[in-house]
T-cell receptor
Framework: DTAVSQTPKYLVTQMGNDKSIKCEQN?????MYWYKQDSKKFLKIMFS???????INETVPNRFSPKSPDKAHLNLHINSLELGDSAVYFC???????????FGPGTRLTVT | AQSVTQLGSHVSVSEGALVLLRCNYSSSVPPYLFWYVQYPNQGLQLLLKYTSAATLVKGINGFEAEFKKSETSFHLTKPSAHMSDAAEYFC???????????FGQGTTLQVKP
């Protein structure tokens, strides 16, 4: 049973397209996150939701929009994709009474 | 503001040798510290965490880390490296009020036979 799952695992698309990445966790956690890992493997937080409410919104272009239909899901929609958006995107979740986060397998986005 | 610095982007050890991966942090509030491991083409797996309890923390796969406030360090060690330990290791700091993780730049561990 996968705790934090993401779809798709690989995503190849052209500049200017709009794409979505889905994330689901079956751990019963209240908080979910999106991180971006660049080509140098540096990880940076993008967004955080707690029980469907946005609580962290780092300096991310408006083209990125997270959506949380319920506390088990946090999707990431990206408009007008650019070459610089190519990266691995990780979803994570954590319970309210602990600070560690559990990560999904990642989605490798390649923009051509 | 919080930050994490991992000394050494690449560490190479022989199988059976001691593994030492260095991490220093900066935090204006009591930190929560973590080590994660990332195997090729996989997500991050939590190795261990420090959340203000015992300063010597034991994790999975024989790893442990010691929190030293005076040195603002949280170095990761393993007495005897195994080939399967070859991976990318990330140190991270979190604050209780936001929960977000601030990661170091990562250290690639190579284990030679």
């Amino acid at each position: 049973d996968t705790a934090v799952s993401q779809t798709p695992k690989y995503l190849v698309t052209q500049m200017g397209n709009d794409k979505s990445i889905k994330c689901e966790q079956n751990l019963g956690h209240d908080t979910m996150y999106w991180y971006k890992q660049d080509s140098k493997k540096f990880l940076k937080i993008m967004f955080s939701y707690n029980n469907k409410e946005l609580i962290i919104n780092e300096t991310v272009p408006n083209r990125f929009s997270p959506k949380s239909p319920d506390k088990a899901h946090l999707n990431l929609h990206i408009n007008s994709l650019e070459l610089g958006d190519s990266a691995v995107y990780f979803c994570a979740s954590s319970p309210n009474d602990a600070y560690e986060q559990y990560f999904g397998p990642g989605t490798r986005l390649t923009v051509t | 503001a919080q930050s994490v610095t991992q000394l050494g982007s690449h560490v190479s050890v022989s199988e059976g040798a001691l593994v030492l991966l260095r991490c220093n942090y900066s935090s204006s509030v009591p930190p929560y510290l973590f080590w994660y491991v990332q195997y090729p083409n996989q997500g991050l797996q939590l190795l261990l965490k420090y959340t203000s309890a015992a300063t010597l923390v034991k994790g999975i796969n024989g790893f442990e880390a010691e929190f030293k406030k005076s040195e603002t360090s949280f170095h990761l060690t393993k007495p005897s490296a195994h080939m399967s330990d070859a991976a990318e290791y990330f140190c991270a700091v979190s604050s209780s009020n936001t929960g977000k993780l601030i990661f170091g730049q990562g250290t690639t561990l190579q284990v030679k036979p």
